[in-house]
């Protein structure tokens, strides 16, 4: 990219910058973020044009987009900055006992739900000073192709929007480190005592109404096409935006609703609402923990790669939710 005379020219601050707005597309929120003035962020972007011969970041009434040569150049941008971060790192090696470091997990709503509990005990414990923010990951509408229906959560872990997703999705492109975390499978969730319970069969199934999690409203899903293969349809009565919302309204009314099961193990007793077998094949699938490979260089986050492997999802997590032992770790 670069010649050696050009290398000598180089400040490290103006790939940080170039970074931070390719993140942004905004000049102003850029400056923010770097703690510089607007002026300031427009001298080094000259300076960058200058540097590589290219405009990188064309403005709009809205911000900036980035030219093709930028989007060219953003993979390798963050590479290098994480390999610098890296080495700095080594200086003052990762102690999870008094980091007071604060990493930003990504997932669904009933994949946090399930690992929440567990991960915040075992912070508590061995990790008192770290921090955890949980940003909710939803697959892109439209999309049936798990590789297509979860690109933008890869984006944002590329992006460094992201430290880690945890995401239904098993073909990870080889630039990221993937490690399974569960194997997760759909069960039928009703009201205690529900009907259905004792006369689970598919007839039964499809003339109960139905409640689809669904942060769209959109009422088609993986259930539909099951099926339909067997020449079958269902009611959708009503749709919910997350799987908390859905026990909810469960433990009130003769609905059912497909949910992953570890999730009804973990929270279904509190509503009242119990699991029972789906009477046709529903999805079952890996749950993966995934971050950019350059990213494992950062002894924070492998050490948190690590931790996420060892967190009790499922009857283990469950039996001691509902025993009372462990409910402050769910309530702020």
Same mark, same amino acid.
């Given at each position: 990219?670069?010649?050696?005379?050009?290398?000598?020219?180089?400040?490290?601050?103006?790939?940080?910058?170039?970074?931070?707005?390719?993140?942004?597309?905004?000049?102003?929120?850029?400056?923010?973020?770097?703690?510089?003035?607007?002026?300031?962020?427009?001298?080094?972007?000259?300076?960058?044009?200058?540097?590589?011969?290219?405009?990188?970041?064309?403005?709009?009434?809205?911000?900036?987009?980035?030219?093709?040569?930028?989007?060219?150049?953003?993979?390798?941008?963050?590479?290098?900055?994480?390999?610098?971060?890296?080495?700095?790192?080594?200086?003052?090696?990762?102690?999870?006992?008094?980091?007071?470091?604060?990493?930003?997990?990504?997932?669904?709503?009933?994949?946090?739900?399930?690992?929440?509990?567990?991960?915040?005990?075992?912070? *508590? #414990? $061995? +990790?008192?000073? %770290?921090?955890?923010?949980?940003?909710? /990951?939803?697959?892109?509408?439209?999309?049936?192709?798990?590789?297509?229906?979860?690109?933008?959560?890869?984006?944002?872990?590329?992006?460094?929007?992201?430290?880690?997703?945890?995401?239904?999705?098993?073909?990870?492109?080889?630039?990221?480190?993937?490690?399974?975390?569960?194997?997760?499978?759909?069960?039928?969730?009703?009201?205690?005592?529900?009907?259905?319970?004792?006369?689970?069969?598919?007839?039964?199934?499809?003339?109960?109404?139905?409640?689809?999690?669904?942060?769209?409203?959109?009422?088609?899903?993986?259930?539909?096409?099951?099926?339909?293969?067997?020449?079958?349809? *269902? #009611? $959708? +009565?009503?749709? %919910?935006?997350?799987?908390?919302?859905? /026990?909810?309204?469960?433990?009130?009314?003769?609905?059912?609703?497909?949910?992953?099961?570890?999730?009804?193990?973990?929270?279904?007793?509190?509503?009242?609402?119990?699991?029972?077998?789906?009477?046709?094949?529903?999805?079952?699938?890996?749950?993966?923990?995934?971050?950019?490979?350059?990213?494992?260089?950062?002894?924070?986050?492998?050490?948190?790669?690590?931790?996420?492997?060892?967190?009790?999802?499922?009857?283990?997590?469950?039996?001691?939710?509902?025993?009372?032992?462990?409910?402050?770790?769910?309530?702020?």
């Amino acid at each position: 990219m670069l010649n050696q005379t050009d290398l000598s020219r180089i400040d490290l601050n103006l790939l940080v910058l170039f970074e931070i707005v390719f993140q942004e597309r905004h000049v102003g929120r850029s400056a923010e973020r770097l703690h510089l003035s607007p002026s300031a962020i427009s001298h080094g972007l000259g300076r960058l044009r200058t540097l590589l011969g290219d405009p990188l970041f064309l403005k709009t009434p809205k911000g900036v987009v980035p030219t093709e040569r930028a989007s060219q150049l953003a993979t390798s941008v963050s590479e290098i900055l994480a390999r610098v971060r890296g080495v700095v790192s080594t200086a003052t090696p990762f102690d999870p006992r008094h980091s007071t470091r604060r990493f930003v997990i990504g997932a669904p709503d009933g994949v946090s739900s399930v690992i929440l509990p567990s991960l915040l005990e075992t912070l *508590r #414990r $061995v +990790a008192p000073g %770290v921090d955890a923010g949980i940003r909710q /990951l939803l697959p892109v509408q439209g999309f049936t192709a798990p590789h297509l229906a979860w690109k933008d959560a890869l984006k944002e872990l590329e992006d460094r929007t992201t430290d880690i997703a945890i995401i239904p999705f098993d073909d990870i492109p080889v630039r990221f480190h993937k490690q399974k975390l569960y194997e997760e499978e759909f069960v039928i969730a009703v009201r205690k005592g529900h009907s259905f319970q004792r006369n689970p069969t598919l007839k039964r199934y499809c003339e109960m109404e139905h409640l689809v999690v669904s942060h769209t409203g959109d009422v088609t899903g993986f259930v539909d096409v099951e099926l339909a293969k067997k020449g079958a349809a *269902r #009611r $959708v +009565a009503l749709t %919910v935006p997350n799987f908390n919302f859905a /026990l909810s309204v469960l433990a009130e009314t003769e609905m059912v609703s497909a949910l992953p099961r570890r999730f009804v193990e973990i929270y279904g007793a509190r509503f009242n609402v119990v699991a029972v077998k789906a009477p046709l094949p529903l999805p079952r699938f890996s749950i993966n923990v995934v971050l950019p490979q350059v990213a494992m260089m950062d002894a924070g986050l492998a050490w948190l790669v690590q931790l996420l492997g060892k967190v009790r999802t499922g009857n283990d997590r469950s039996s001691v939710l509902r025993s009372g032992k462990r409910n402050r770790s769910m309530h702020s």
